[in-house]
């Protein structure tokens, strides 16, 4: 290939199909013995994004394969634990501690995509790491959403403030269940599904989203959770 040939469709790729991973990978990977290394250079520099782009198909191709066995067990609510379609077409689970200041702050960025994606559920699985506010909070969570009172109790509490005595008897009341934890064995079950599967998927921490073949373990905010909606709804 000449090397007016080369600089003739570098730009090509650059501007539209080198923003594909497969394209960018090839770029990243073959460039140097198709181009040169300054050429291949000069596009990473000029598309960033494609480093990322390819780092993420990666990714996404690696949890693939944990994710398949367990998309059954993370995709089914414990009772009323969701907010979101009936029938979805894309389904967000969403690890969360309602202790968790990266959770507070992930909030308004999960109930803003529910009122955009009207395809979109979101499964809340209880995850309470932070102590035994935490634990507190979330049996009485559980005990909520088998009342089929999931979303009263968690929309009054994350009101009310951080999960204490006052804020938790706070949102037991809005559910209209018992301010006090119970021996329930469905609960408990359910506390020790969440932190096997958690701990599957390599969390570090909450928050933790799954959504499609993409892990999450970060407060992202809104463009990227809802970029990993998007391309789930792609792989359909």
Same mark, same amino acid.
């Given at each position: 290939?000449?090397?007016?040939?080369?600089?003739?469709?570098?730009?090509?790729?650059?501007?539209?199909? *080198?923003?594909?991973?497969?394209?960018?990978?090839?770029?990243?990977?073959?460039?140097?013995?198709?181009?040169?290394?300054?050429?291949?250079?000069?596009?990473?520099?000029?598309?960033?994004?494609?480093?990322?782009?390819?780092?993420?198909?990666?990714?996404?191709?690696?949890?693939?394969?944990?994710?398949?066995?367990?998309?059954?067990?993370?995709?089914?609510?414990?009772?009323?634990?969701?907010?979101?379609?009936?029938? #979805?077409?894309?389904? $967000?689970?969403?690890?969360?501690?309602?202790?968790?200041?990266?959770?507070? =702050?992930?909030?308004?960025?999960?109930?803003?995509?529910?009122?955009?994606?009207?395809?979109?559920?979101?499964?809340?699985?209880?995850?309470?790491?932070?102590?035994?506010?935490?634990?507190?909070?979330?049996?009485?969570?559980?005990?909520?959403?088998?009342?089929?009172?999931?979303? =009263?109790?968690?929309?009054?509490?994350?009101?009310?403030?951080?999960?204490?005595?006052?804020?938790?008897? *706070?949102?037991?009341?809005?559910?209209?269940? #018992?301010? =006090?934890?119970?021996?329930?064995?469905?609960?408990?079950?359910?506390?020790?599904?969440?932190?096997?599967?958690?701990?599957?998927?390599?969390?570090?921490?909450?928050?933790?989203?799954?959504?499609?073949?993409?892990? *999450?373990?970060?407060?992202?905010?809104?463009?990227? $959770?809802?970029?990993?909606?998007?391309?789930?709804?792609?792989?359909?």
């Amino acid at each position: 290939m000449s090397q007016s040939s080369k600089a003739n469709w570098l730009p090509a790729l650059a501007g539209g199909a *080198i923003g594909s991973a497969l394209t960018a990978a090839a770029l990243v990977l073959a460039g140097p013995s198709l181009f040169g290394e300054r050429l291949v250079r000069d596009a990473l520099v000029a598309n960033p994004d494609i480093i990322m782009d390819a780092g993420q198909a990666l990714r996404d191709r690696q949890f693939a394969e944990t994710l398949t066995p367990l998309r059954a067990s993370l995709e089914s609510p414990f009772f009323s634990s969701w907010k979101g379609a009936e029938k #979805p077409d894309v389904t $967000l689970t969403y690890f969360f501690d309602y202790a968790c200041g990266y959770c507070r =702050q992930s909030n308004p960025d999960i109930e803003r995509l529910l009122k955009e994606e009207k395809g979109l559920r979101v499964v809340y699985r209880e995850l309470p790491i932070l102590g035994p506010e935490s634990v507190a909070a979330a049996r009485i969570s559980l005990a909520a959403s088998k009342a089929g009172k999931f979303v =009263q109790y968690h929309d009054a509490l994350y009101a009310a403030g951080r999960p204490g005595p006052d804020t938790i008897a *706070i949102a037991a009341k809005a559910a209209g269940i #018992p301010a =006090q934890p119970s021996q329930d064995p469905a609960q408990e079950a359910e506390l020790r599904a969440n932190m096997s599967l958690a701990s599957q998927l390599g969390a570090t921490g909450t928050p933790l989203f799954v959504v499609g073949d993409r892990v *999450i373990n970060a407060a992202v905010g809104y463009e990227a $959770l809802k970029g990993a909606i998007e391309a789930a709804r792609k792989k359909g």
